[in-house]
């Protein structure tokens, strides 16, 4: 069965730091884009940030640019999201994905993990 399990978000007041880890199993990933998304309450789910199989090539929205940083362990079935400088605006429910790309939604979903900034 195939799962990823997202873990470390929480609250954080404005400015503060938060590191998201994603676990994959199930299968290997290696051969797989992984990536963020988010949705807060009332909007549309938007892309936050994705990394290549190879750790080569990294994404990132418009809106976190700078402030966040995406990466993947060795084994690459764990993907990080180091979040910086964060804004009450980047509060929401963020997801892992894997296997996708421009033309594809992720074929793999994550639970969630919930990121709370406070002003």
């Known amino acids: 069965q195939v799962q990823l399990v997202e873990s470390g978000g929480g609250l954080v007041q404005a400015g503060g730091s938060l590191r998201l880890s994603c676990a994959a199993s199930g299968r290997t990933f290696t051969t797989y884009r992984m990536g963020w998304f988010r949705q807060a309450p009332g909007k549309e789910r938007e892309f936050v940030s994705a990394?290549?199989?190879?750790?080569?090539?990294?994404y990132y929205g418009n809106s976190v640019k700078g402030r966040f940083t995406i990466s993947r362990d060795g084994a690459g079935n764990t993907v990080y999201l180091q979040m910086n400088s964060l804004k009450p605006e980047d509060t929401a429910l963020y997801y892992c994905?894997?296997?996708?790309?421009?033309?594809?939604?992720?074929?793999?979903w994550g639970q969630g993990t919930q990121v709370t900034v406070s002003s």
């Open positions: 994905a894997a296997d996708f790309n421009d033309n594809r939604v992720p074929r793999y």
């Open positions: 990394i290549s199989w190879n750790g080569a090539t990294t």
